[in-house]
T-cell receptor, first 116, second 113 residues
Framework: NAGVTQTPKFRVLKTGQSMTLLCAQD?????MYWYRQDPGMGLRLIHY???????AKGEVPDGYNVSRLKKQNFLLGLESAAPSQTSVYFC???????????????FGSGTRLTVV | DQQVKQNSPSLSVQEGRISILNCDYT??????FLWYKKYPAEGPTFLIS?????DKNEDGRFTVFLNKSAKHLSLHIVPSQPGDSAVYFC????????????FGPGTRLSVLP
């Protein structure tokens, strides 16, 4: 049972290059999220999805795009990487909450991205 | 403007003693609170939660206390063990604002043998 898998685990990009981070979950979760973690800032939500074919902006969406073509996959794209996007990126997934039931997030192990 | 604050970036505690990690929030609409634990090079893992209708939730060595009037919650770990050394994130959610959690900046706990 893999849970949430992120690829790649590490990447170094040059300013202006593009890349896609892949998140895959095998728990049939409806919701998926992309967060970035920076020192002293905690985890900040970039984009999220509440179901296949849907995406929405989070707290810090600028410079990123996402797609959720399949329920199990959530892709995060950087079209033109900038040094400010150097961070650790975490993907998470969850079931959709019901009013009387709560489901927390399951996180992947992260992707460490450096933009030089 | 951070809605969830953890004002202590780090905390050191002796093994066997109590660890108390604090979290303050500003949004009165938050209805669910979580604590996550994170080891280096790993993703955060869920530790314990509390609903806004409760003031305490206990799970083994971990207890979370919620003081709604003060907009404050705390995580108590008793007794602390070296394996508890990690970064602890407090997170909060407003149900009518979707299901998205807002995370605090984290507190690094070091439990000294």
């Amino acid at each position: 049972n893999a849970g949430v898998t992120q690829t790649p685990k590490f990447r170094v990009l040059k300013t202006g290059q593009s890349m896609t981070l892949l998140c895959a979950q095998d728990m049939n979760h409806e919701y998926m999220y992309w967060y970035r973690q920076d020192p002293g800032m905690g985890l900040r939500l970039i984009h999220y999805s509440v179901g296949e074919g849907t995406t929405a902006k989070g707290e810090v969406p600028d410079g990123y795009n996402v797609s959720r073509l399949k329920k199990q996959n959530f892709l995060l794209g950087l079209e033109s990487a900038a040094p400010s996007q150097t961070s650790v990126y975490f993907c998470a997934s969850s079931l959709r909450d019901r009013p009387s039931e709560f489901y927390g997030y399951t996180f992947g192990s992260g992707t460490r991205l450096t933009v030089v | 403007d951070q809605q969830v604050k953890q004002n202590s970036p780090s905390l050191s505690v002796q093994e066997g003693r109590i660890s108390i990690l604090n979290c303050d929030y500003t949004n009165s609409m938050f209805d669910y609170f979580l604590w996550y634990k994170k080891y280096p090079a790993e993703g955060p893992t869920f530790l314990i939660s509390i609903s806004s209708i409760k003031d305490k939730n206990e799970d083994g060595r971990f207890t979370v206390f919620l003081n709604k009037s003060a907009k404050h919650l705390s995580l108590h770990i008793v007794p602390s063990q070296p394996g508890d050394s990690a970064v602890y994130f407090c997170a909060a959610r407003a149900y009518n604002y979707g299901q998205n959690f807002v995370f605090g900046p984290g507190t690094r706990l070091s439990v000294l043998p």
